[in-house]
């Protein structure tokens, strides 16, 4: 068995997380002449679980081969997602992987946001597209599916790291966007196709979105958000973090302005994030 099959075939090994995924893949780093698959007992050893099911068969692993995927291994595979403590072995896909190569530029926030976030990120989209950025959310209700929608009506590029399998919508009135991005621009999941959602998916799906990105706009969060959870990951990955600041009595201010107190760059304008972001250094 090849590398690439060896790795797509994880996917189907019962109660193999992604944190045991990529102790394997640190493994085979470590030992490249292994002989592949591994043996079952071994896979148990490196995971630390005694609890792993076999490896899928030939036909369960020919018919998930014609899949839209890509591996680790892969040359379009981005060398910033690499970096990251758990990157994911497999990333199902629908669009365009050109979008893989842009300047990507990560923007999340709050689910219930203001009036004001979204005059804020609609007066972003044409610069955004202007300067060739990627933006790259999580297709979740509020900022994210803001920013994905925003950049599609611009014509501009977006990518959408989803918390299912890319055959399930959610939440489902995202049913439109969610195919208009995979039509238009780039849709991402490590799960596969047919999974739901689940409590955890997101934020291991978040550790993608900071890993994908040089850096990332937190645009209104609460004390306990997601996008916090974001902000964290991305910071662990060396990246850079911008946040909005609001009002100390607004509960949606609370987690940008603790970002910013906690060192976050500080977005005062439309035309400040533009000159912040053509001066920074960004990597693919």
């Not at 148990?44 to 369960?60: A, C, D, F, M, Q």
């Not at 050109?98 to 300047?103: I, S, Y």
């Not at 609609?122 to 803001?146: E, F």
């Not at 995202?174 to 780039?186: E, N, S, W």
Request: charged share 20%; proline share 5%; aromatic share 8%.
């Amino acid at each position: 068995m090849n590398i690439r099959d060896f790795i797509l075939a994880l996917f189907l090994v019962k109660h193999l997380s992604y944190r045991g995924r990529a102790k394997v893949w640190q493994y085979l780093s470590e030992h490249p002449t292994v002989a592949l698959p591994l043996p079952i007992n071994l896979l148990k050893k490196i995971t630390g679980s005694e609890h792993l099911g076999n490896y899928p068969s030939i036909n369960e692993l020919i018919e998930l081969k014609r899949l839209a995927y890509i591996t680790i291994i892969d040359e379009c595979y981005p060398a910033m997602l690499k970096e990251i403590i758990h990157p994911p072995l497999v990333l199902f896909y629908c669009g365009n992987l050109q979008l893989l190569a842009m300047k990507k530029v990560g923007i999340v926030g709050a689910r219930m946001h203001s009036q004001c976030a979204t005059k804020i990120i609609k007066g972003w989209g044409k610069g955004l597209t202007k300067q060739a950025y990627a933006i790259v959310s999580g297709l979740a209700q509020g900022i994210d599916s803001l920013a994905h929608d925003t950049m599609l009506n611009n014509g501009g590029s977006t990518i959408a790291v989803i918390g299912t399998g890319l055959n399930v919508v959610y939440p489902a009135r995202h049913r439109t966007l969610q195919h208009k991005i995979g039509q238009h621009g780039l849709l991402l999941s490590e799960y596969l196709p047919d999974t739901g959602p689940r409590q955890y998916h997101f934020p291991e799906r978040n550790r993608i979105i900071a890993g994908l990105c040089s850096a990332i706009v937190v645009v209104e969060a609460r004390k306990r958000s997601g996008s916090l959870i974001t902000a964290r990951l991305a910071l662990e990955a060396n990246r850079s973090i911008f946040a909005l600041p609001g009002r100390i009595d607004d509960l949606n201010s609370f987690g940008t302005n603790q970002l910013i107190n906690d060192g976050a760059i500080p977005i005062l304008s439309n035309e400040d994030l533009f000159e912040k972001l053509a001066e920074h250094q960004f990597y693919i």
